[in-house]
């Protein structure tokens, strides 16, 4: 069992007073060690490991002049697709020798703005956030911190930022596109807050502007699996049902698809049901989920490469665009 200590913790001129030489030595020994001869770089590891030294990340930071930080400002963790973005983001900048931190905003800008001055004081080099829906004031913060910043979740080649994600106006219509192919007509759209949330906005926006035979009806829930049982029971309460239902993430058409099964309701026979983001899980749905791919996997990796290519040259990188498909399964079906 670990007990607190009021001993004082053990520094640098602790180690070298200890292994008898300077405190660049032992500097060197922990941050350059191919630059220290095998023999005295042994006798200060020694003392380290006998003093049970432990390097304080703000010291170094000082030292090598960066802290070798990345933040990331994330709407919520309970949320598969940004726990990928997560992973994918831990070990590209793992692998580049950075650190990631990570807040969560709820979608809200200002706390969202709260969260970047807080990791900005504790050393982030850079960050990168979801969307494009921020406030000035973060704009105004990193500007003043001179520190890069990258947008996931949403691609736009000419944006104030760059960006490493999706086209989320092509997603919903290739979505749109495969039920109209199915003969479906009339279609329930389940969908997260567009208030806050900017890729569901722009999925909404771009099946209200599109030009097909499918009349969308609209309901907003909360992004989770309760959101969409919730939908479900209030799509069936109405008149005009329809014959599919397209939800803007698969948490939500996971909630969707148990609320149809408890309605006695068979899918896809008596009614689609399709998600986007393609997660893991969705395989494993019963039935398995028909779906868009965002290539979420593959985002948090890309956006790490260029958060840390542009702290190494300083060019502010160009936005990728990363590929979005239909996944078809067994959820959907043609109208008979």
Not at 9 to 24: E, I, Q
Not at 55 to 77: E, F, K, Q, W
Request: glycine share 6%; aromatic share 2%; hydrophobic share 45%.
């Amino acid at each position: 069992m670990m007990r607190n200590s009021a001993r004082k913790r053990t520094n640098l001129r602790d180690v070298a007073a200890h292994a008898g030489v300077s405190v660049a030595t032992v500097s060197r020994v922990l941050n350059t060690p191919q630059s220290v001869a095998p023999k005295t770089r042994a006798r200060v590891e020694a003392s380290i490991e006998q003093l049970r030294f432990v390097p304080s990340a703000a010291a170094r930071a000082i030292n090598r002049g960066s802290s070798g930080l990345v933040a990331a400002l994330i709407p919520t963790l309970d949320n598969a697709i940004y726990a990928r973005v997560v992973d994918g983001l831990e070990e590209g900048l793992a692998a580049r020798h950075l650190a990631l931190m990570v807040a969560q905003t709820g979608d809200d800008p200002a706390i969202e703005l709260a969260r970047a001055k807080q990791l900005v004081a504790l050393g982030a080099e850079a960050l990168i956030v979801v969307g494009m829906s921020h406030t000035d004031g973060l704009y105004d913060l990193l500007e003043r911190a001179q520190i890069p910043i990258v947008a996931v979740s949403h691609y736009e080649d000419s944006g104030p930022i760059p960006t490493c994600g999706y086209d989320n106006q092509r997603a919903a219509l290739q979505a749109a596109d495969h039920l109209a192919a199915l003969g479906h007509r009339r279609v329930a759209v389940l969908h997260g807050p567009t208030a806050t949330n900017d890729r569901m906005r722009r999925r909404k926006v771009a099946l209200q502007d599109a030009s097909t035979a499918i009349t969308f009806d609209y309901v907003e829930v909360p992004i989770s699996v309760e959101g969409g049982h919730t939908g479900i029971h209030r799509l069936l309460e109405q008149t005009n049902s329809p014959t599919a239902v397209l939800c803007f993430s698969d948490v939500i058409a996971l909630g969707a698809l148990n609320a149809l099964h408890s309605r006695g309701l068979r899918v896809p026979q008596d009614m689609s049901i399709m998600g986007m983001e393609d997660l893991p899980a969705a395989r494993f749905m019963h039935p398995p989920l028909t779906s868009v791919t965002l290539s979420v996997g593959d985002m948090g990796l890309h956006a790490a490469a260029a958060v840390a290519d542009w702290l190494n040259t300083g060019t502010r990188p160009a936005s990728v665009r990363l590929h979005t498909g239909v996944i078809q399964r067994d959820t959907t079906a043609r109208i008979l």
